[in-house]
């Protein structure tokens, strides 16, 4: 898997996973190197201090100069087989009264030996070879004689091959495990991301002539089943949108051809004869007829796309919805007495926006209630207000409408008889334009449809 522009992501994950087991590793190897060197130099504190106490009491035998000039000989009975061992032990007058074949001392630790807390040194001899060592005054038994000086050393030759030797080893082990761990950090983040791929893969599957297919999420670990749920919705809402499109075109073809395969039936028929001046009146004003709805359609469709890009209320101002109605309802009053209809309204209210859009909405939705009303049938406008909202309520007798077609009655061209005539009933866009309306003010529309009657409800933030 890559990312692009970038490297893979399973390159970036082995990395990652290497740097931060090499540098466990490496800070292992460093704290075991120096644990390791410590117990070294505990084990010849405890070997130093022990031949120091030995010297010690050695030396408080020695009851007279004569005992202190014969202590050589028990000397080197007690440090015989202690290899590497270095011992010089000088009288109080500073000559040497007992000194191991080549010893070597430096001259600074013999004369920091009067100090209360001895500290430990290291050194090489000529020949190189590494010694750690320390220097100490050690009373004798002699009463009121000064103390002897008192040096031990040990050799750190095989330490330090040790230490070579097992330094060479910790490192190389430490690279085969930077290397190895790499490598199955590798196939972890392969093993981890196979979910990624089987989503890529059946992303990548996804056209837009099979967007009803969705991601598995019942096999995708935790960590990206919402990833999968959100692309899953998302191709939802694809889904959704390019079926409206789809529909919408169709819509959008059929409602256009009608009237231009009017006008250009009406127009061939004319053409096929001369005509008197009276007929090409009619002709002509049929024509006007037929582009007055062309030009209503394209300025709706137009108002719609707009709409689709937030559309603006272009001027703010109180609009009275009782007054609006009013005006309104005697638009429609011969309509309405023509067909028996009883119109009510009640209520009152004032809402912040444009007037013109809003009275556009309102006429939308009385216009067709005035149509779905029977003869003898009944329309009753509510204005309904409240601190927060004031709602326009729209109600009409007549047939109620199927429940699976109230979700769609807001999309564009939809009717809930298809087959039915639509000369004088408009283009299918009013309850679309209404609720575009409804939701540039910060509001909205809804429908419901029971019992024989129809309410639609425009609510608008007071």
């Known amino acids: 898997m890559r990312l692009i522009g970038g490297k893979s992501l399973t390159l970036r994950l082995t990395l990652l996973f290497a740097a931060v087991s090499t540098t466990v590793l490496l800070l292992l190897a460093l704290q075991v190197g120096w644990l390791v060197e410590r117990h070294f130099e505990e084990l010849d504190m405890e070997l130093l201090d022990g031949k120091l106490e030995l010297l010690r009491h050695t030396l408080e035998k020695a009851r007279s100069p004569a005992e202190l000039e014969a202590l ?3 000397l080197a009975d007690a440090l015989i087989g202690h290899h590497g061992l270095t011992v010089l032990v000088r009288q109080p007058d500073g000559r040497a009264l007992y000194a191991t074949p080549g010893a070597h001392f430096p001259p600074e630790l013999l004369s920091a030996a009067g100090a209360r807390a001895p500290r430990p040194s290291q050194w090489s001899d000529p020949q190189q070879r590494p010694y750690r060592g320390l220097a100490v005054r050690l009373a004798t038994g002699i009463a009121g004689a000064p103390p002897a000086l008192v040096a031990v050393a040990t050799d750190l030759s095989h330490h330090e091959h040790f230490m070579h030797t097992f330094t060479a080893a910790l490192w190389k082990i430490v ?21 990624l791929r089987t989503i890529s893969r059946g992303a990548a599957g996804i056209t837009a002539d099979r967007l009803d297919q969705r991601l598995t999420v019942g096999t995708i670990p935790d960590e990206l089943a919402e990833v999968a749920q959100t692309l899953n919705e ?21 409602e256009l051809r009608t009237p231009v395969s009017n006008l250009l039936t009406q127009t061939q028929v004319t053409l096929a004869k001369t005509r008197s001046l009276a007929e090409y009146q009619d002709i002509l004003a049929s024509n006007a007829e037929e ?54 309204c009640t209520g009152s209210g004032r809402v912040p926006g444009d007037r013109l859009m809003l009275r556009r909405a309102i006429g939308n939705l009385l216009s067709n209630a005035v149509r779905h009303t029977p003869e003898k049938g009944r329309i009753t406008l509510r204005i309904a207000d409240d601190p927060a909202n004031v709602v326009l309520s729209v109600e009409n007798s007549g047939p109620s409408i199927a429940p699976e077609h109230l979700p769609r009655l807001f999309d564009r061209f939809y009717r809930v008889d298809p087959s039915r005539q639509r000369f004088g009933e408009g283009a299918g866009l009013g309850l679309a334009i209404t609720r575009s309306i409804a939701r540039a003010h910060g509001g909205e529309v809804a429908v419901r449809s029971a019992n024989g009657l129809t309410t639609f409800e425009l609510r608008l933030p007071a």
Request: proline share 4%.
């Open 72 to 74: 050589p000989e028990p």
């Open 234 to 254: 998302m191709l939802a809402r694809l889904e959704e949108s390019f079926r409206r499109l789809s529909d919408f075109s169709s819509d959008l073809a059929h």
């Open 175 to 195: 690279g085969l495990a930077a290397l190895l761990t790499g490598f199955l950090g590798w196939l972890a983040a392969r093993r981890g991301l196979a979910p």
């Open 291 to 344: 582009f007055e709805r062309l030009s209503r359609t394209i300025a709706d469709m137009l108002f719609l796309a707009k709409s689709d890009n937030e559309l603006a209320v272009p001027h703010c101002e109180t609009v009275d919805l009782a007054a609006e109605i009013g005006s309104l309802a005697e638009f429609y009053e011969a309509v309405v007495e023509e067909k028996g209809i009883t119109l009510n």
